[in-house]
C-alpha cells in the first residue's frame, strides 16, 4: 500500500498563497487603522494634505520619471501594446496634470457629513441620513501609473484608506509614486499606511485582495475586459464593476456631416487608448454613400485600421478595409484601429448597439430631435451622448476633478466616480427618551 504525499512544488505554491494572504491581511487591516484617522479630519485638513502631495510629486518628479522610463523600456521589450504603452508613459505634462488634479480636489465640496436626507418623526426622533467615507478601497488596475495618484487623492478627500494592485506593467512607476505619497503624508502626520500597494505579491497579491472580505470594503478595477470580469467572477469583496469601451458613434440621416465628421475623428483619434476612445462607426445607409469616403480616408490618414461590414466594404471597393467580423465588432481595440458598419436606420443603429455596447458611451450625431430623444430613451448605457464627442465622458470633464473609474453596473454608482461614489451612507437618530410602544 503506497501514501500519497503532495508534490513539493504545490507545497511550496501553497506556502506562498498563504504567505501572500497574510501580507495583504496585514496591509489591509493596517489600512483600516489609518481610514479610521482620514475619517475624521475636517476639509481644511484634507485639502491641505492634498496640496502637499501635490508638491511632493513636483519636487520628486526626477525619481518618478526615472521609473517610469524602466516600465516603458521593459514594455517595449516585451511587446505590449501601443495603446498599452501609451497609457504607461508620463512625462513632465502628465505628471503636472496629475498634480494639477490633486489641487483641483482640493476645490471641490468635501462628500462626508453631507446630509442625504433627514426628518422629525412624529414621536420626537430627529433622523438623517449622511455620507461617511466606504473605508478601505481596493484598486486593481493595468499599466495605468496615472490611476495610482487619482485613487490615492480620492480616497483621502473622500477619508478613505486604499489599497493598491497596479500590475506588473507599471511595478517601477507605481512603486515610486506610492513611495511620494506616503512620505508626503508622514511628513504633515498622517498614516502612511493611508495609501498602500501590494504590487509585490503579484497575482497572488490581486487574489488575496479580493478574498479580504471584512478587510477590504469594496474593490474597484479598471483595465481591459479580461481583468474586469476576472475581479468580478472571483472577488468575495464587493466590486464597482467599471466596463470596458465598446464605445459606438452612429451618424443619422439627419446628422451635420462636417460635425459628424469632427466628432469622428475626436472620439477615435485623441487618445485610442482610453476606455472613452470610439470602436465603431455606424452610419445611416442614406448618408453613407456621401460620408462614408470622406471619413474613411480622414481615419486612415491619421492611421487608422478601418475594418468594414459588407455594406461599407461595397460602398468602398477600392479602400481595402479589412473584413468587420463580429468578433472585430466586439472588441475594444485600446488601439488606432475600428470597425465601420452601415445600418438601414436608427432601428439598426439600436439594434447593433444593444448587442455589442458594453454600456459605457454611445454616441449620436443627428440634428432631428425625434432621433435624439429615442437614442437618449432607449440606449442603455452609463453615458448617452448627442452631437458630442465620447471623449468627454470623463470626471474631470464631467467638473468631478479627478475620476476612480467609469462605472458601467446600475448598482451604487454609474458613470463617472468620483468623491460621492467613494462614500456610503449612515443613518444618524437622535431622540431624547423614546421608547417603541
Not at 1 to 7: E, I, R, S, V
Not at 310 to 316: M, S, Y
Request: hydrophobic share 45%; proline share 4%; aromatic share 2%.
Amino acid at each position: 500500500m503506497t501514501t500519497a504525499t503532495t508534490p513539493p512544488s504545490a507545497t511550496s505554491a501553497g506556502e506562498e498563497d498563504r504567505a501572500t494572504d497574510a501580507v495583504v491581511a496585514d496591509a489591509a487591516r493596517r489600512a483600516r487603522v489609518a481610514g479610521r484617522v482620514l475619517a475624521q479630519l475636517s476639509r481644511a485638513q484634507k485639502d491641505a494634505a492634498l496640496g502637499v502631495l501635490a508638491d511632493a510629486l513636483e519636487a520628486e518628479r526626477g525619481t518618478v520619471l526615472a521609473a517610469n522610463a524602466q516600465d516603458l523600456a521593459r514594455g517595449r521589450e516585451n511587446g505590449l501594446a501601443a495603446g498599452l504603452l501609451d497609457r504607461l508613459r508620463l512625462d513632465d505634462a502628465r505628471l503636472a496634470d496629475i498634480a494639477g488634479a490633486l489641487r483641483h480636489l482640493g476645490t471641490l465640496p468635501d462628500p462626508v457629513g453631507e446630509v442625504v436626507r433627514g426628518s422629525v418623526l412624529p414621536n420626537g426622533l430627529q433622523i438623517r441620513q449622511v455620507r461617511v467615507p466606504l473605508g478601505v478601497v481596493g484598486m486593481i488596475y493595468e499599466a495605468r501609473p496615472n490611476v495610482t495618484v487619482d485613487a490615492a487623492g480620492l480616497a483621502l478627500k473622500s477619508g478613505n484608506a486604499v489599497l493598491l494592485r497596479g500590475g506588473s506593467a507599471a511595478a517601477s512607476s507605481n512603486a515610486a509614486l506610492v513611495g511620494v505619497l506616503r512620505r508626503a503624508l508622514e511628513s504633515i502626520g498622517l498614516p502612511a499606511d493611508a495609501v498602500a500597494t501590494v504590487d509585490a505579491g503579484g497575482r497572488a497579491a490581486a487574489r488575496a485582495l479580493m478574498r479580504a472580505h471584512g478587510l477590504v470594503d469594496v474593490i474597484i478595477p479598471r483595465g481591459g475586459a479580461d481583468l474586469i470580469a476576472t475581479v468580478v467572477r472571483e472577488s468575495i469583496v464587493p466590486v464597482i464593476e467599471t466596463g470596458s469601451g465598446n464605445v459606438h458613434v452612429y451618424v443619422d440621416a439627419a446628422a451635420d456631416l462636417d460635425m459628424a465628421l469632427q466628432i469622428v475623428l475626436n472620439a477615435k483619434t485623441h487618445r485610442p487608448s482610453v476606455c472613452n476612445a470610439a470602436e465603431t462607426l455606424l452610419v445611416h445607409a442614406d448618408v453613407a454613400p456621401a460620408f462614408l469616403p470622406q471619413v474613411t480616408s480622414a481615419l486612415a490618414d491619421a492611421g487608422v485600421r478601418l475594418y468594414g461590414d459588407t455594406r461599407t466594404r461595397d460602398i468602398l471597393p477600392e479602400a481595402g478595409l479589412g473584413e468587420a467580423t463580429d468578433e472585430l465588432f466586439d472588441t475594444e481595440f485600446h488601439d488606432l484601429a475600428m470597425t465601420v458598419g452601415v445600418v438601414a436606420d436608427l432601428d439598426g443603429a439600436l439594434e447593433h448597439v444593444r448587442r455589442f455596447s458594453t454600456g459605457h458611451t454611445e454616441v449620436v450625431v443627428t440634428d432631428d430631435r425625434r432621433a435624439a430623444r429615442r437614442w437618449t430613451a432607449e440606449v442603455d448605457a452609463a453615458v448617452v451622448m448627442v452631437n458630442a464627442s465620447s471623449r468627454f465622458t470623463d470626471g474631470g470633464e464631467f467638473g468631478f476633478g479627478a475620476e476612480i473609474g467609469i462605472s458601467t453596473q446600475k448598482l451604487h454608482a454609474r458613470g463617472p466616480m468620483a468623491l460621492p461614489e467613494l462614500t456610503t451612507t449612515k443613518w444618524i437618530v437622535e431622540g431624547d427618551g423614546q421608547v417603541r410602544s
